[in-house]
C-alpha cells in the first residue's frame, strides 16, 4: 500500500515472497503472523518506516505473544525526534530490547574469521572492516 520495497532490501531478500498488508500493527494481519510462526524461531528482529508505529506496533505486539523482540531503532525513522524517542520508550517500556542496525549484523555474524566478515563490516561502513578483514586471513593461514 504504501510503495515499493526498499530497493536494497527487495535485492537482499529477492526470491523471498512479501506480503502486501494494510493493516497499521503488522502483527495484527493474519499472513505475517503465519509466517513468523512459520519460521519455528522465537526471536524477531523488528523494523519499521516509522519508529513510533511501524516498529513499536508490531514489537510490542508479538512481545505479548511470546517472541524475544528486537526493536532497531536506526534502521526506522520518525518524522519528529520527540515521535522516535516516544517509539523507544514504549518499547523498552514494553519489554521491547532496542538496538542498533550494527548490533544486529554483528551478533549474527558472531564470529569475526567467518568470510563474509569482509563483506558484512564493510556494509556496515565501519572504518575497521579492512582490519577486521586483515585479522580474518591472518589467522586463516594459521
Not at 500500500?1 to 493493516?23: C, F, K
Not at 524461531?41 to 523494523?47: F, G, Y
Not at 520527540?82 to 555474524?109: D, K
Request: contains cysteine; proline residues 5%; hydrophobic residues 45%.
Amino acid at each position: 500500500m504504501w510503495g515499493p520495497l526498499i530497493p536494497e532490501l527487495a535485492d537482499a531478500v529477492r526470491g523471498i515472497p512479501t506480503i502486501e498488508r494494510t493493516t497499521v500493527n503488522a502483527w495484527t494481519e493474519k499472513r505475517v503472523v503465519d509466517a513468523v510462526k512459520a519460521t519455528g524461531r522465537k526471536q524477531l528482529i523488528v523494523t519499521g518506516i516509522s519508529t513510533d508505529v511501524c516498529l513499536t506496533f508490531p514489537a510490542i505486539s508479538a512481545l505479548a505473544d511470546g517472541y524475544e523482540t528486537f526493536g532497531v531503532v536506526d534502521a526506522s525513522g520518525a518524522f519528529t525526534k520527540r515521535q522516535g524517542e516516544l517509539g523507544v520508550m514504549r518499547m523498552t517500556l514494553a519489554g521491547v530490547i532496542p538496538v542498533a542496525y550494527s548490533n544486529v549484523a554483528v551478533e549474527i555474524l558472531a564470529d569475526n574469521a567467518a568470510p563474509e566478515a569482509e563483506v558484512v563490516y564493510g556494509a556496515l561502513g565501519m572504518p575497521f572492516a579492512s582490519l577486521v578483514y586483515g585479522l580474518n586471513q591472518y589467522f586463516s593461514h594459521k
